[in-house]
C-alpha cells in the first residue's frame, strides 16, 4: 500500500528499497546498506517533481506521434536482428552439417564456428530485452490519456486522488527512484526528451528534462 514501491532503488548497492516494518514514520530502506529516506519526504518529492514533468510544451498529438515513431523505430531493429540471426544460423547450420560429413576439420570448424556462434548469443540476448522495451512502450501508448487528459491539472489535484489512480499514473510514467545519500534521482519516462534548443543559456531550464538530481535535506542524510 505504499505509492511508490517497486521504483525506489539504493544509489549505493542498487537493490531495491521497501518499506519493511509499520511505524508511526515510514520509511524506505536499504536492507543492506543504511540508506534510508522516510515515506512522506519522498512522496512530496515525488509529488513536485510532477509539475515539471507534466506542464511541458508538448501537445499531445507531438507526444502520441513521437512515441509511436520510437516503437516503429524499435520494432524495425528488432525485425533486422531477426533476420540477421536467422540468416546466421543457416550459416551455423551448413558448417555443423559439412562437420558432420567429414567435409572439415575439428580444428577448421571451431575456427569458423565459434564467432558465428557468439555472435547468435549476442542477438539472442538483444531480442528479449528490445521486445521489452517495445512492449513498454505500447504501454505508455494505450496508457497515455491518464496522463494526457487534463494533465496540467493532475499536479494540482494530486493531492485528492484516490490512491488507485495515483499508482496507475506512477506505474505509467515512472521508471525509476535512485536514492543517494546527498540526492534522489527520478527517471520518468513517458513524455520523450525534446530536443534542445540551438543556443539555451547557461540558466535556462529544459522542462522536459526526465532525470533531474533533487537535493536531500540535511535531516534525510
Given at each position: 500500500?505504499?505509492?511508490?514501491?517497486?521504483?525506489?532503488?539504493?544509489?549505493?548497492?542498487d537493490r531495491k528499497m521497501y518499506v519493511f516494518h509499520k511505524t508511526q514514520s515510514p520509511c524506505y530502506r536499504c536492507g543492506k546498506c543504511s540508506n534510508h529516506i522516510m515515506e512522506k519526504?519522498?512522496?512530496?518529492?515525488?509529488?513536485?517533481?510532477?509539475?515539471?514533468?507534466?506542464?511541458?510544451?508538448?501537445?499531445?498529438t507531438e507526444y502520441l506521434k513521437m512515441l509511436d515513431d520510437?516503437?516503429?523505430?524499435?520494432?524495425?531493429?528488432?525485425s533486422k536482428i531477426s533476420v540477421e540471426r536467422e540468416t546466421l544460423s543457416k550459416k551455423?547450420?551448413?558448417?555443423?552439417?559439412m562437420r558432420m560429413n567429414a567435409e572439415l576439420s575439428k580444428e577448421a570448424f571451431a575456427e569458423r564456428y565459434r564467432p558465428m556462434?557468439?555472435?547468435?548469443?549476442?542477438l539472442a540476448d538483444q531480442m528479449p530485452a528490445l521486445q521489452g522495451e517495445i512492449d513498454h512502450l505500447k504501454v505508455q501508448y494505450?496508457?497515455?490519456?491518464?496522463?494526457?487528459?487534463?494533465?496540467?491539472?493532475?499536479?494540482?489535484?494530486?493531492?485528492?486522488?484516490?490512491?488507485?489512480e495515483k499508482r496507475s499514473i506512477i506505474e505509467t510514467i515512472t521508471s525509476r527512484i535512485t536514492i543517494g545519500k546527498q540526492d534522489i534521482r527520478?527517471?520518468?519516462?513517458?513524455?520523450?526528451?525534446?530536443?534542445?534548443t540551438a543556443n539555451p543559456t547557461q540558466n535556462e531550464?529544459?522542462?522536459?528534462?526526465?532525470?533531474?538530481?533533487?537535493?536531500?535535506?540535511?535531516?534525510?542524510?
Open positions: 500500500m505504499h505509492l511508490l514501491t517497486g521504483y525506489v532503488y539504493c544509489a549505493d548497492c519526504d519522498l512522496d512530496e518529492i515525488y509529488h513536485g517533481q510532477l509539475k515539471r514533468f507534466l506542464l511541458t510544451e508538448v501537445s499531445p520510437e516503437i516503429s523505430e524499435k520494432q524495425n531493429r528488432l551455423a547450420n551448413i558448417l555443423i552439417e556462434e557468439e555472435q547468435l548469443q549476442q494505450n496508457s497515455s490519456d491518464i496522463v494526457l487528459q487534463n494533465a496540467s491539472n493532475l499536479y494540482a489535484e494530486w493531492e485528492g486522488m484516490p490512491w488507485d527520478i527517471t520518468l519516462s513517458c513524455l520523450p526528451t525534446m530536443p534542445q531550464e529544459d522542462p522536459t528534462n526526465n532525470q533531474n538530481p533533487v537535493k536531500r535535506q540535511s535531516t534525510h542524510a
